[in-house]
């Protein structure tokens, strides 16, 4: 039985008067790769900021391997397993790139709440136990320090794993476009997660780099048995990697299933090119 | 350019901190005015690290701290003044029991000091750091307010108006540097932990900072916390250094604030060093600037000595400094032995 990593039922996202996302649906099962696609200002986005808890859906309910994750913070959801890329880069550029891994660790030290989050809704999950981290971290305990250089090798680990373990110590502004993209994905797979969402991740790359990134994509949802969803305006790169697509349009569903089947779906093109009357 | 070693790094600090301490130990020689001045750049030091936490290495913008450092000043100079200079003092309004009736040594009313305005600081920090940007500062500048006007009411603890007089001037030199070496060190392996890194990826960028599991209200709490304590501490070196404290606003009130932001933003928001560099600039020149209020003779001619010209002349040299070195001298980063190496490389080839 194939096992429902996320669900949402029914989201509704309102901005004031505008609704970004009506009525949303969609699962994902573990170990898929899906996409999510759309015109412009279909409500891609908006659907990313509400799973990973920017905002909160007016209606509707989001579940994170069955436990209702609605409405928490993005911390919490980030903690228990979902982590994401920004579709227009946001690094922490006076950083180096070593530096942005890292903070994507951090919260090993702050994950309390979240494993009382997960504890309370499925008792198999460990219950959280308190150390004084600050205090070790402020006196450089060797309990804190051996942290600490687990976390440094494994955030090199993770960048040799992107091929960018020479920009180590860059500082993350000063890397082009494409890398910039690459470190936003190790520093969200430094944060543990089962579940990746990529927002645009072959935005402003050239094809070849975009296909590189294809492999890459591929790898490391092998190696990190992730699963992940994705938004992509480059179809190519959609209709080769993606088993199940999603195709929204004014914040509404109007089209789910296999590439084929959405390619061939007359609402998709109507969609994107326009209806056949004015065409 | 050459790499320092860690061994050589090692020394030149160990060297470094011995050369201070003989300084310190020998600073009676330059006289009784410049060995206090000596010990306010330790105090004004301590303000503006302690400031840097907030305002530089977390970026949010607080104009609370002069709020912080008045708590500290009052709590301990309340617990160190002797039963009989209170009773002198508080004759409008007597004190209030417990305080009327003890009196403990310098260093726990300073930790006392430092902890109620780090107690304060939650109280404060909880409701205001819900806002974000300049509302925060808003809120925190109210506060500070706040905090300054009971303190001018609140005749039973705190004398009001008349201030606290005949406070027991404990703070020497070594007092205050040793307090500033525990800040630095605080502070200083603070923005180096993980916790450091958490705290500089929020100033960056809170949404991402967010998504990447980070709590960013506990942190930016933490941060002001802490920030609170050495506030307080200073305020309490503060008290014991000056020997009387008012509530007037230009001496614990909103330009104290600004004096600390002054330091701080010359020497680089979020830099340690730096706003020991600030610090230090701060206390120097304000102290030789106050030659410009006093009549000067220049060539025969008289110049009136107008009140507050020190403070006009050292706007337009921040305005200088702000001009020429935008992000302030350090930046965001720290001044280590690398730097001033380089820069003396730098210097030697634009020699030869």
């Known amino acids: 039985m194939s096992e429902n990593v996320l669900k949402i039922d029914g989201m509704t996202v309102r901005f004031g008067g505008l609704t970004a996302v009506d009525s949303f649906s969609m699962y994902i099962n573990k170990g898929e790769l899906i996409g999510l696609i759309g015109p412009n200002g279909a409500g891609k986005t908006t659907v990313f900021n509400a799973i990973t808890g920017i905002y909160k859906p007016q209606s509707g309910r989001i579940f994170f391997k069955g436990i209702d994750i609605t409405g928490q913070s993005p911390q919490l959801i980030n903690q228990i397993g979902i982590a994401r890329t920004f579709q227009n880069i946001r690094l922490f550029s006076d950083m180096s790139v070593i530096e942005n891994v890292m903070v994507g660790q951090h919260s090993y030290f702050t994950n309390g709440k979240a494993l009382k989050f997960l504890h309370k809704h499925n008792s198999e999950y460990p219950k959280p136990s308190w150390k004084p981290w600050l205090v070790s971290a402020i006196l450089k305990m060797p309990s804190y320090l051996k942290v600490e250089k687990a976390m440094k090798d494994k955030a090199f680990e993770l960048l040799k794993r992107m091929g960018l373990q020479k920009y180590a110590d860059y500082k993350a502004s000063s890397l082009p476009y494409g890398q910039q993209r690459k470190v936003e994905i190790a520093r969200a797979l430094a944060t543990n997660p089962s579940l990746l969402i990529l927002d645009e991740p072959a935005a402003g790359m050239n094809p070849h780099e975009s296909e590189e990134l294809l492999e890459t994509v591929k790898e490391i949802m092998k190696e990190f048995s992730l699963t992940i969803l994705l938004i992509e305006h480059d179809m190519k790169f959609v209709m080769n990697l993606c088993e199940r697509i999603y195709v929204l349009d004014y914040g509404r569903l109007i089209s789910h299933g296999s590439p084929y089947e959405v390619q061939n779906d007359k609402k998709v093109i109507e969609a994107y090119l326009g209806d056949e009357v004015y065409a | ?352």
Not at chain 2, 91 to 107: A, D, E, K, R, T
Not at chain 2, 251 to 271: E, P
């Open chain 2, 1 to 352: 350019m050459k790499k320092i070693s860690l061994k050589i790094n090692l020394i030149l600090t160990i060297a470094f901190l011995i050369g201070i301490y003989f300084f310190l130990s020998n600073v009676n020689i330059l006289g009784d005015y410049w060995s206090r001045i000596v010990t306010l750049v330790a105090i004004y030091s301590i303000m503006a690290v302690s400031y840097t936490l907030v305002n530089g290495i977390t970026g949010i913008f607080s104009l609370g701290q002069a709020g912080f450092i008045a708590i500290g000043a009052y709590t301990s100079a309340l617990l160190t003044l002797s039963i009989q200079q209170k009773e002198m003092s508080f004759f409008i309004q007597p004190l209030i029991w417990p305080l009327n009736s003890i009196q403990i040594g310098f260093l726990p009313a300073t930790i006392i000091g430092g902890l109620v305005a780090a107690f304060f600081a939650f109280l404060i920090g909880y409701p205001s750091l819900r806002l974000t940007g300049d509302y925060f500062a808003i809120a925190t500048l109210a506060f500070a307010e706040i905090i300054r006007i009971l303190i001018q009411n609140l005749y039973g603890v705190t004398n009001g108006t008349l201030g606290l007089k005949g406070i027991n001037p404990y703070t020497n030199v070594w007092w205050a540097w040793s307090w500033l070496l525990v800040t630095v060190i605080v502070i200083g392996s603070l923005k180096y932990s993980s916790y450091g890194r958490a705290l500089r990826a929020i100033s960056e960028d809170p949404v991402a900072a967010k998504v990447m599991g980070i709590d960013v209200f506990r942190h930016q709490m933490m941060a002001f916390v802490i920030s609170g304590f050495f506030a307080g501490v200073s305020g309490a070196l503060y008290a014991h250094w000056i020997t009387t404290l008012d509530p007037r606003p230009t001496s614990l009130g909103v330009m104290l604030t600004f004096y600390v932001l002054i330091m701080i933003v010359i020497g680089g928001l979020g830099s340690i060093t730096g706003a020991i560099l600030g610090a230090i600039f701060f206390a120097f020149v304000s102290q030789w600037l106050r030659i410009f209020e006093s009549n000067i003779t220049i060539f025969g001619f008289t110049i009136p000595g107008v009140p507050g010209m020190s403070m006009l002349i050292l706007s337009v040299l921040f305005i200088i400094v702000m001009i020429f070195w935008r992000r302030g001298l350090m930046g965001k980063e720290e001044l280590n032995w690398q730097k001033i190496y380089n820069f003396f490389k730098k210097v030697e080839v634009q020699n030869e």
